[in-house]
Nanobody, 123 residues
């Protein structure tokens, strides 16, 4: 069992940066691939980024490539999403999740989800 708690969201101007964190509880954190999704108001939830258990494999939504970076610290049981050059269209609730592998996460087949953290980018 893994419980996930996101933090780091907030209000930022376009062009700014935020770093989201997702703290996990449970003894098997390092066994899971981790990911981030987002859901804007009135839109479907979409995949943003994922990272393998070792950190050796990552995957990103095309529109965030080069701006967002996912990373993890297995000792701290935490996964991060560094978001730079933010745009108003990045405004959404961001969710952390855990799954068997990067492909499963990207396919919305994650096993565990956090409650989300709001990111708002003003123009």
């Amino acid at each position: 069992q893994v419980q996930l708690v996101e933090s780091g969201g907030g209000l930022v101007q376009a062009g700014g940066s935020l770093r989201l964190s997702c703290a996990a509880s449970g003894r098997t954190f390092s066994n899971y691939a981790m990911g981030w999704f987002r859901q804007a108001q009135g839109k479907e939830r979409e995949f943003v980024a994922a990272i393998s258990w070792s950190g050796g494999t990552t995957d990103y939504l095309d529109s965030v490539k080069g701006r967002f970076t996912i990373s993890r610290d297995n000792a701290k049981k935490t996964v991060y999403l560094q978001m730079n050059s933010l745009k108003p269209e990045d405004t959404a609730v961001y969710y952390c999740n855990a799954g068997d592998n990067v492909k499963a996460i990207a396919s919305m087949k994650a096993s565990y989800w956090g409650q989300g953290t709001q990111v708002t980018v003003s123009s």
